[in-house]
């Protein structure tokens, strides 16, 4: 079915930059979409970038312009660039990865970003 691994987070000062990694464990293109979500304390989950089979992507407004998802087929991996990062870029950061037809969805276990003012 494929299990993901997130690495990279880690503690940056504001303006700083962070590049995250996910690790399938299968074919990256068996899935339809590839998605970080980022969940803050006290906050609801939140879809931060997307990316679809065939290479489309999609930000959330709070990020466009300073993130950037990107994958290597060749190495089942996904990755979120983060620039200019803010302290309300602070969260765990998951990576989830989707099957539409059959309504499988698996998640990473997430990594912990952390920016300082």
């Known amino acids: 079915q494929g299990q993901l691994v997130e690495s990279g987070g880690g503690l940056v000062q504001a303006g700083g930059s962070l590049r995250l990694s996910c690790a399938a464990s299968?074919?990256?293109?068996?899935?339809?979409?590839m998605v970080w979500y980022r969940q803050a304390p006290g906050e609801q989950r939140e879809l931060v970038a997307g990316?679809?089979?065939?290479?489309?992507?999609n930000y959330a407004d709070s990020v466009k312009g300073r993130f950037s998802i990107s994958r290597d087929s060749a190495k089942n991996t996904v990755y979120l660039q983060m620039n200019s990062l803010k302290p309300e870029d602070t969260a765990v950061y998951y990576c989830?990865?989707?099957?539409?037809?059959?309504?499988?969805?698996?998640w990473g276990q997430g990594t912990l970003v952390t920016v300082s003012s």
């Open positions: 989830n990865a989707k099957r539409y037809r059959t309504y499988f969805e698996v």
């Open positions: 299968t074919n990256i293109f068996t899935f339809d979409a």
């Open positions: 990316i679809g089979s065939f290479g489309m992507t």
